[in-house]
């Protein structure tokens, strides 16, 4: 069935942020005198604070989460969003799919902020149909809220006419409880393993392949 929209995450997708985003929740943590190997911080990337901080510290509470939540976004905005890259290709492939009349759709667990920050960055702003942030739902990823959220945007739109392209197993997941299918990239350095853990349709290296091979993609086939 024919792809009418795409539901891009930004996050190690179309921007190069994992590995700052590991930074910033590691001095977020150090903050509470809390410490965790790198990877394993890594390894809950793509998901919001909601999701991460019970992950790794299950006895803090709400409030607690709110502290390390507002402590993350602080460090991230001060010390890398200035400094953060697209990775390469990121605009052509959003303009090529606006281009074939699909509708592109950021979705992401970034803040409202960071996400007007990116669309910016992405020189997106005339390519998009709707967009999505952790602002605008109770549960992000891998919760299903932001993807149906976006869906709820896209009128008429049938999730099998739908596809997500993200980088974490976190976006395969809450796509699959849309009934949403998801193209997955390595450009947020999961392993194939765990992407493959939560069943995209396909992986790619990056956005750059995946526009390279858009015509055979489950984007454009």
């Given at each position: 069935?024919?792809?009418?929209?795409?539901?891009?995450?930004?996050?190690?997708?179309?921007?190069?942020?994992?590995?700052?985003?590991?930074?910033?929740?590691?001095?977020?943590?150090?903050?509470?005198?809390?410490?965790?190997?790198?990877?394993?911080?890594?390894?809950?990337?793509?998901k919001g604070t909601d999701m991460l901080v019970p992950t790794l510290l299950p006895d803090a509470d709400e409030a607690q989460q709110d502290v390390l939540g507002d402590a993350h976004g602080a460090i991230f905005k001060?010390?890398?969003?200035?400094?953060?890259?697209?990775?390469?290709?990121?605009?052509?492939?959003?303009?090529?799919?606006?281009?074939?009349?699909?509708?592109?759709?950021?979705?992401?667990?970034?803040?409202?902020?960071?996400?007007?920050?990116?669309?910016?960055?992405?020189?997106?702003?005339?390519?998009?149909?709707?967009?999505?942030?952790?602002?605008?739902?109770?549960?992000?990823?891998?919760?299903?809220?932001?993807?149906?959220?976006?869906?709820?945007?896209?009128?008429?739109?049938?999730?099998?006419?739908?596809?997500?392209?993200?980088?974490?197993?976190?976006?395969?997941?809450?796509?699959?409880?849309?009934?949403?299918?998801?193209?997955?990239?390595?450009?947020?350095?999961?392993?194939?393993?765990?992407?493959?853990?939560?069943?995209?349709?396909?992986?790619?290296?990056?956005?750059?392949?995946?526009?390279?091979?858009?015509?055979?993609?489950?984007?454009?086939?």
């Amino acid at each position: 069935m024919q792809i009418q929209a795409i539901l891009f995450d930004i996050d190690g997708t179309l921007v190069d942020t994992n590995d700052m985003h590991v930074l910033a929740w590691e001095e977020a943590f150090a903050g509470m005198g809390a410490s965790f190997d790198r990877q394993r911080i890594h390894d809950q990337i793509g998901k919001g604070t909601d999701m991460l901080v019970p992950t790794l510290l299950p006895d803090a509470d709400e409030a607690q989460q709110d502290v390390l939540g507002d402590a993350h976004g602080a460090i991230f905005k001060a010390k890398y969003l200035e400094t953060a890259k697209p990775f390469a290709e990121a605009n052509a492939l959003l303009a090529y799919a606006h281009g074939l009349g699909q509708r592109v759709v950021l979705a992401s667990s970034a803040s409202g902020s960071e996400l007007d920050h990116y669309i910016d960055l992405l020189d997106a702003r005339d390519l998009l149909a709707a967009t999505t942030s952790s602002d605008d739902v109770e549960k992000t990823k891998p919760a299903p809220d932001i993807f149906a959220t976006a869906l709820e945007q896209l009128p008429g739109l049938a999730p099998a006419n739908v596809i997500v392209v993200g980088d974490t197993p976190y976006d395969i997941e809450a796509a699959a409880r849309c009934g949403i299918a998801a193209v997955a990239v390595r450009s947020g350095k999961f392993t194939d393993a765990q992407l493959q853990s939560a069943g995209p349709v396909a992986i790619y290296d990056d956005v750059a392949a995946l526009l390279a091979d858009y015509a055979q993609s489950p984007l454009g086939a």
